[in-house]
């Protein structure tokens, strides 16, 4: 699974830079160059999942990967990035656990907890019904491995 970035040329009072963001995970990091932008967007990911869970997963276990409009990021445990990309977009729509349990029909709100905090896998469409109650859609792109 990869989440797509953004990498563009900004400038601030005339002197250009590099603003790499990804919306999914709230992430928003700049650099002088395209490859310091993309480091320091390598290592706020890393330390959100580092985080996320208690140091298991770190920037070392992030690919960012360039592409023609901005960047991929992919990750060596998709279970970890799926429930940290959970996590900020429950933040994003200021929802509740409560809020959403309601919306997707579960009965137990420590059922979404658990895809949440990555104690258990979400599968694609049960990833889909979460964001989907949270306001947002899934669009799905497959990248022919070379």
Avoid: W
């Avoid at 999914?24 to 650099?31: P, V």
């Avoid at 993309?38 to 960012?64: F, R, S, V, W, Y």
């Avoid at 970890?80 to 409560?98: F, H, P």
């Avoid at 349990?101 to 599968?123: C, D, F, L, M, P």
Wanted: hydrophobic share 40%; aromatic share 6%.
């Amino acid at each position: 699974m990869r989440l797509q970035g953004n990498l563009r040329l900004e400038h601030d009072n005339g002197k250009p830079y590099y603003l790499a963001e990804v919306p999914e995970l709230l992430i928003a990091t700049d650099g002088e160059t395209k490859e310091e932008a993309l480091n320091m967007a390598q290592d706020a990911i890393g330390l959100l999942l580092e985080d996320h869970t208690n140091e298991k997963i770190t920037a070392k276990d992030i690919l960012i990967i360039p592409t023609e409009h901005g960047f991929d990021v992919s990750c060596a445990d998709t279970t970890a990035l799926v429930s940290l990309v959970l996590k900020q977009m429950r933040g994003k729509s200021d929802m509740t656990l409560q809020n959403i349990t309601n919306k997707i029909g579960q009965k137990y709100v420590n059922a979404v907890r658990q895809y949440e905090a990555g104690q258990v896998e979400a599968s694609f469409s049960k990833f889909q019904d979460l964001v989907f109650a949270m306001g947002y859609d899934v669009k799905l792109s497959l990248i022919k491995i070379a």
